[in-house]
Each structure stands twice: as C-alpha cells, then as structure tokens.
Nanobody, 124 residues
Framework: QVQLAESGGGSVQAGGSLSLSCVIS????????IAWFRQATGKEREFVGV??????????ADSVKGRFFITRDNAKMTHTVVLQMNSLQPEDTAVYYC???????????????WGPGTQVTVSS
C-alpha cells in the first residue's frame, strides 16, 4: 500500500513563491517516479512535473519550466518530494496533487496512487 499526502498549499500574490511537500509512505520499495499534477476549477488535470525514483531526472511541463522545481529525499523512512513554485501567476491557481506510478509519464492515467490534493491560490 502506497500512501501520499500533500501539504504547503495556500494563498499568495502574483510573483510570490510556495513550497509544496508530498510525503510518501511506502510499504515495499521506493522505486516509484513521483509526479505533480494540478487541476483548476472546470479544467482537466494537468501534468506539472515528475522526478525519477532516485531523483536524478526531472521533467517539467512547458508552462512551469524555469519557475517550478522538484526535489526528492529518499533518505528518511517517509520519503518526501518537494515542489518549489516561484514567480507564481493567477493561472497557476489549482488543486495540486502528487502521484506515484510505475514509470515516468505526463499522463494522469499512468499513476496509480494519488494524494488528496492541496489548494494553491494566486491573486493578481
């Protein structure tokens, strides 16, 4: 059983920064890529970025490239993936989810395990 939980959401003005954390509790292995998705009201879930199991490779959506950064720490008993979001804009407003899957993908259907999500609101 894999459990994920996001934290760190909130409200910020345009141009500000937020850091989201995803704590992953794994029963067996840590060999899961961890992705971030977001879903704005009335829109489909959108890929944000993904990090490989060892943290060596990261891939980002064009819309966040250069502003958002993912780091991963597998050293602890509960593994943590952080999404650092800089230069936030109102269009970044969404519920942000972390997800674990068996391989790197930019599609939501590629991920089996999901956290409940955390709201990020960016005001102009």
């Amino acid at each position: 059983q894999v459990q994920l939980a996001e934290s760190g959401g909130g409200s910020v003005q345009a141009g500000g920064s937020l850091s989201l954390s995803c704590v992953i509790s794994l029963r067996i292995e840590t060999f899961y890529p961890i992705a971030w998705f977001r879903q704005a009201t009335g829109k489909e879930r959108e890929f944000v970025g993904v990090v490989t199991w060892d943290g060596s490779n990261k891939y980002y959506a064009d819309s966040v490239k250069g502003r958002f950064f993912i780091t991963r720490d597998n050293a602890k008993m509960t593994h943590t993936v952080v999404l650092q979001m800089n230069s936030l804009q109102p269009e970044d407003t969404a519920v942000y989810y972390c997800a674990a899957g068996s391989k790197v993908s930019d599609e939501a259907r590629g991920y089996r395990y999901w956290g409940p999500g955390t709201q990020v609101t960016v005001s102009s």
